[in-house]
């Protein structure tokens, strides 16, 4: 793998990474399950693994920038699947057994071998343009609510509609290659409440009544999630006091916005004097997470984001792959938000939910 800058573990994590942390949500399998037998669950995560693999090859065929790009797709596509194979045959291969943190890693290996930086690069350079010609739109919106619980429900929602933006998921990248999706089309068509996991209330409550001083927020996709989903609500955050910390892959994977890439961003989003739709933006800082997945491991991240972390009282992780695979019950220091839309079919049915559902696990510190 290429990112081997030096990790640690975010400082706001409750118990010893040690003993206690776990980040894989789902467990694939139990001490007392056969080592040289694929489990049920791996098995079928194997195979959610192996549905991605032709809109992976066809995004790496159509890459300008590696040379022979068709050829390289298909070796790509051949190796990973043989590797799945390999570890449905024996699960201790390819340094496993597997869990969603080490059949991402394969992947992001495999395609860097062959060349491959960032295969959704132009779909995601698209879907920001996009995305930053509604801003204005969408911040006025939510402007236009009265401040209270009725704004906060509206930026949450806003939050889980933009996460629909996922190329990771085989079904949705063959509806946006299709039909492409509409952000507001998307807030008005969540599933109805109660979601899944659903303590928007409690949280909209606690909003009224604290400001928090400090908040680390892990970002998830490009496109309508980063900038009509997230910069939104932590716009609302700036504007009560709070400072901002994004903090965003070092690395691309899938269509994950980075941390080169949300500097940009935020850049074009912001005026002359540094505001963010007339809000100061003086207190907005972008982290490099040390990451390059699309799921997270917090017993390894960036030094930097470690630091910025270290005074933090609320974390909020977003995403299928960050709050909903990994960390859903991972526990904190301080108040935590863990937000996403179940875009899985296995991880509606881990959860007891439907596919679509919408997660907003909110913890306040004891």
Not at 1 to 21: A, G, R
Not at 164 to 192: H, K, P, T, W, Y
Request: aromatic fraction near 8%; include cysteine; glycine fraction near 6%.
């Amino acid at each position: 793998m290429e990112n081997t800058s030096p990790s640690v573990p975010f400082p706001l994590l409750q118990t010893p990474i040690e003993s206690k942390y776990r980040c894989c949500t789902i467990p694939y399998r139990f001490p007392s399950d056969n080592l040289r037998k694929a489990t049920p669950v791996e098995l079928q995560w194997i195979e959610v693994f192996l549905n991605s693999v032709p809109s992976f090859r066809q995004r790496a065929e159509a890459d300008p920038t590696v040379a022979d790009a068709s050829t390289k797709a298909e070796k790509f596509a051949e190796r990973y699947t043989a590797i799945l194979e390999g570890l449905k045959s024996n699960p201790e291969s390819h340094g496993g057994p597997p869990d969603c943190i080490l059949l991402c890693q394969l992947r992001e290996q495999v395609l860097r071998e062959l060349g491959f930086r960032d295969i959704f690069k132009k779909v995601k350079d698209d879907e920001n343009a996009k995305a930053i010609s509604l801003f204005e739109n969408v911040v006025r919106l939510n402007d236009s609510i009265e401040v209270g619980p009725k704004r906060v429900e509206n930026l949450i929602r806003g939050m889980l509609a933009g996460n629909i933006f996922d190329l990771g998921s085989a079904q949705l990248a063959e509806v946006f290659a299709r039909d492409g999706m509409s952000f507001l089309a998307s807030c008005q068509n969540l599933v109805s409440r109660p979601w899944v996991i659903d303590d928007l209330d409690d949280f909209k409550l606690k909003w009224s009544k604290k400001t928090w001083k400090k908040a680390v927020i892990f970002v998830d996709n490009s496109g309508a999630d980063i900038i009509l989903g997230i910069l939104p609500f932590a716009r609302e955050l700036l504007r009560r006091g709070t400072v901002v910390v994004l903090a965003a892959n070092d690395l691309p994977s899938i269509n994950d916005v980075t941390y080169h890439e949300l500097i940009e961003i935020i850049a074009k989003l912001k005026d002359e004097d540094g505001r963010l739709m007339g809000v100061d933006a003086s207190g907005l800082l972008v982290a490099n997470s040390g990451n390059d997945l699309p799921v997270i491991d917090l017993s390894n991240v960036s030094p930097e984001l470690a630091y910025l972390a270290s005074d933090a009282d609320l974390v909020v992780l977003e995403g299928m792959g960050r709050a909903l695979e990994t960390n859903l019950y991972a526990p904190f220091k301080c108040d935590s938000i863990k937000i996403g839309m179940v875009k899985h079919l296995e991880v509606a049915q881990f959860l007891g939910g439907r596919l679509y559902d919408c997660v907003f696990k909110y913890n306040e510190a004891s």
